[in-house]
């Protein structure tokens, strides 16, 4: 059975910082990449990070290149996104996932409940 768990969600005021997790299991890397997501209010779920397991690559999407990192403990099936520099647009439902075709949501396979990040003063 396949799960993944996010925490690490909070409110935070802009130009802070949030080390969001997702611990993973039911399945092994590389056989699945992992790929963070998030959701605003009134908006579409789109991509923010994906892992590409075997290649070892690490992809961005444009407004969080430079401020989000994502970095794995694969001792703890654990993917991480550290954010820094936080913005209110940053506000969203953070979700992980598992596929193959970001960032595409419907290109993955397995999601997360998500985690709750509010950039706000």
């Known amino acids: 059975q396949v799960q993944l768990v996010e925490s690490g969600g909070g409110l935070v005021q802009p130009g802070g910082s949030l080390r969001l997790s997702c611990t993973f299991s039911g399945f092994a890397l590389p056989n699945y990449n992992i790929a963070w997501f998030r959701q605003a209010p009134g908006k579409e779920r789109e991509g923010v990070s994906y892992?590409?397991?075997?290649?070892?690559?690490?992809d961005y999407e444009d407004s969080v290149k430079g401020r989000f990192t994502l970095s794995t403990d694969l001792s703890k099936n654990t993917v991480y996104l550290q954010m820094n520099n936080l913005k209110p647009d940053d506000t969203a439902v953070y979700y992980c996932?598992?596929?193959?075709?970001?960032?595409?949501?419907?290109?993955?396979?397995?999601w997360g409940k998500g985690t709750l990040v509010t950039v706000s003063s």
């Open positions: 996932a598992a596929g193959w075709n970001w960032p595409a949501v419907s290109g993955m396979d397995y």
């Open positions: 892992f590409r397991a075997k290649a070892g690559e690490i």
